[in-house]
């Protein structure tokens, strides 16, 4: 076993002394709704996603009178310049000099290890902190002060670049207890790992696995420990938190896609004995022989095809031992001619037993699918009440811009979903599209779907038409709009909006178990598609005949302005006892659009922010807190209130840099404070409360 670095009490060498001492709080049984306790003890709060905890000390009224509490700089920044050989600066730049002379060595030349994507969001359980950092490292930090209690490191990017190619990712940890004594913390490595340590000590658990590791590559077909794709990148990891429920641990895995083979590793959800490592059981979202859903491969594709990955979140019904896994797109993104047939457990979600891994319901939300619509996000369960009715719901929100709300315990659906005729006309040599898609009759969608005139700018009227002239040469109509190759002097690929990127992505929603109304942060994004023949650009290597990623042009307006109609991004907020939306506001002014010269004049009210992705949302008693990336005193980023039934901001204030991950808020020694990731350089973990005058 790889020898592996540790930082624990007594062992601080050069950083921050250490608290002497812990008390351990209680542990209660895990809460389906909300965090209890003051605590946060799994990623979204509680196992059932809801993002929400009852805290009410920080409200409207003093929101904006919150403070620097304590920061923490992730520890990446020294072990990237240790990796490197280096000493250790603050200076960013001396860090990526030092590391790309090491690039041919260990990592593809532009895809060293990368500090500066700190998206965890962290736990918090009796006065300790606890998150992982891109690099795979797991931290305890004392939740009053931000003092490191201990750092542990498996070194796990000595294997490599992690899968995704150029992306080092993690987004938490998992947090589990025998109510005993026993405590454990379990995260995934960029190395295909899962890891699991004393939350005491961070000590690995010794009788855990090997080592306190489980080799997640171990059983998979055609997975080999080390194996690269084509651009040397790790073909699997873990960048998203464990779900641990009735003392099972599950764990998320990404693996490469945009692939240039048809075969794959297949992304199969296991469950694991949270004391042992033992693996209990495994579900087959690329069906095998003789298995539901393997008829939904023609010419036994199954046999090689890969993916249909849960490479974000759980959540779970600890009352109904059921697991929720919303799983991505099968091998190829946006070819299928390898693959024909509506590809189960692809794009699905999937209701499974915990304790024998078997399903109990599932729901396919992308029959066959060409657009990369993964499933980005775990659902969030809450009971409502429909027509007289109460319901154990999910509600799982997309990228296509759509929330699907089921009963949970049956997979029946609260209100109906239609299968819609949608365009199957395509000039991609073998390709079948699939003539119908699963579209929700109730909520309506939260954000723009598909391409239409009436979608596009239309400030002036010359405006409108610049935006109509940019998109004529290329593909374009409604969601689920076929992918279509270049053709001379015609369709220059295909615009797809949503984009792969989504309405939403992996910050999710929040939903408030008191009224059942659920938020959504979401945005207007779309890209164009152009897939190219890799057979020729690496001859001997590809077995697929196309894939994403080719040349070609983007349709784009003069001087920067937008080619779609604001909001940019926007929250909006649906009550899941009705499917109605109650309001939507845009998040953040649009400044670059809004004060652009060429309508600068028009005195446009706020248009939401172009971003990439919005900050994730946490809901508390009276609040609704995300972050925004303008508006500050300058103009930059700010942590923002709202009032959760009108939207509008009650509170802000100014951050150093752009949230990375989704904020949480937790309670110790009665002040309530709110914690949150920040890209500044290097990044870092911010916690705000009030001024002791404010409590």
């Not at 189960?344 to 304790?355: G, K, Y």
């Not at 365009?423 to 599209?433: A, F, I, S």
């Not at 992705?613 to 995300?626: A, E, H, M, Q, Y």
Request: aromatic share 10%.
């Amino acid at each position: 076993m790889k020898n592996v670095w540790v930082f624990s009490r007594g062992l601080a060498v050069g950083l921050a002394a250490i608290v002497s001492a812990f008390v351990l709080m209680g542990a209660p049984a895990a809460a389906q709704y909300g965090a209890v306790n003051g605590e946060w003890r799994s990623y979204g709060a509680d196992v059932g996603g809801t993002k929400y905890s009852p805290l009410d000390q920080i409200d409207a009224s003093n929101f904006s009178l919150l403070e620097p509490a304590w920061s923490w700089t992730t520890v990446d920044a020294m072990l990237s310049m240790e990796v490197a050989g280096g000493e250790w600066t603050s200076s960013s730049a001396n860090i990526f000099d030092a590391l790309q002379e090491k690039t041919e060595e260990l990592w593809r030349a532009d895809a060293h290890p990368r500090i500066f994507n700190l998206k965890a969001t962290p736990l918090m359980v009796g006065g300790r902190i606890f998150l992982n950092t891109p690099l795979s490292v797991g931290v305890s930090l004392d939740a009053k002060t931000g003092e490191p209690r201990w750092i542990y490191n498996p070194k796990s990017y000595e294997d490599g670049t992690t899968s995704m190619s150029v992306i080092w990712n993690q987004r938490g940890v998992a947090y589990w207890t025998d109510g005993a004594g026993d405590e454990r913390i379990f995260w995934g490595t960029g190395n295909g790992y899962l890891i699991c340590v004393d939350a005491e000590t961070g000590r690995p658990c010794a009788d855990f696995g090997e080592g306190g590791r489980v080799d997640l590559v171990e059983t998979l077909p055609r997975a080999t420990r080390g194996d690269r794709d084509y651009l040397n990148a790790l073909l699997y990891s873990v960048q998203s938190p464990p779900l641990v429920i009735r003392n099972v641990v599950v764990t998320p895995v990404s693996i490469a896609d945009r692939r240039i083979t048809k075969e794959a590793i297949p992304g199969w959800i296991r469950g694991w004995d949270v004391r042992t490592g033992e693996e209990l059981w495994s579900f087959h979202t690329v069906p095998l022989e003789g298995e539901f859903g393997v008829d939904t491969w023609e010419d036994d594709s199954w046999e090689y095809s890969g993916h249909a990955n849960v490479w974000s979140t759980y959540s779970g019904d600890e009352e109904l031992g059921i697991l929720y896994a919303p799983t991505g797109t099968v091998t190829n993104d946006f070819y299928g001619a390898d693959r024909l047939g509506a590809n189960l457990f692809s794009e699905s979600l999937i209701a499974i037993d915990v304790e024998t891994g078997e399903r109990v319901w599932h729901f396919q939300a992308v029959h066959h699918g060409l657009w990369d619509y993964d499933f980005p996000v775990h659902p969030n369960l809450i009971d409502i009440t429909v027509d007289g009715r109460e319901i154990k719901a999910i509600a799982q929100v997309s990228k296509q811009g759509f929330t699907y709300v089921f009963d949970r315990a049956t997979g029946e659906p609260v209100w109906p979903i239609e299968e819609r005729p949608v365009d199957t006309e395509t000039n991609v040599p073998g390709e079948v599209v699939w003539p119908t898609q699963p579209f929700p009759t109730k909520p309506a969608p939260f954000d723009g779907q598909g391409v239409s005139i009436d979608d596009l700018i239309d400030f002036t009227p010359e405006l409108r038409q610049m935006a109509i002239e940019a998109i004529q040469p290329y593909r374009w109509g409604p969601l689920f709009e076929p992918i279509s190759l270049h053709e001379d002097g015609g369709t220059q690929g295909t615009i797809l909006r949503p984009g792969t990127g989504g309405a939403m992505s992996w910050t999710g929603a929040a939903v408030d178990p008191e009224t059942g109304i659920l938020y959504v942060p979401s945005h207007d994004s779309y890209q164009m598609v152009h897939l190219y023949e890799p057979q020729e650009t690496f001859p001997g290597q590809a077995t697929v005949r196309y894939t994403h990623g080719g040349p070609g042009s983007t349709p784009r307006m003069p001087n920067g302005l937008p080619l779609f109609k604001p909001p940019y991004s926007r929250i909006t907020a649906i009550d899941l006892n009705t499917g109605d939306h109650i309001w939507m506001q845009p998040n953040g002014n649009g400044d670059d659009v809004r004060n652009h010269p060429a309508l600068r004049d028009l005195d446009l009210p706020p248009l939401g922010d172009r971003v990439a992705r919005p900050s994730g949302p946490v809901l508390t008693k009276t609040l609704l807190i995300t972050g925004m990336e303008s508006g500050g005193t300058d103009g930059g980023p700010q942590l923002v209130a709202r009032d959760k039934m009108t939207g509008e901001i009650v509170g802000a204030i100014d951050l150093p840099d752009v949230v990375l991950g989704t904020p949480m808020t937790y309670m110790v020694d009665g002040e309530q404070y709110i914690a949150l990731t920040v890209s500044s350089n290097p990044p870092q973990l911010l916690a705000f409360k009030l001024p002791s005058s404010g409590l």
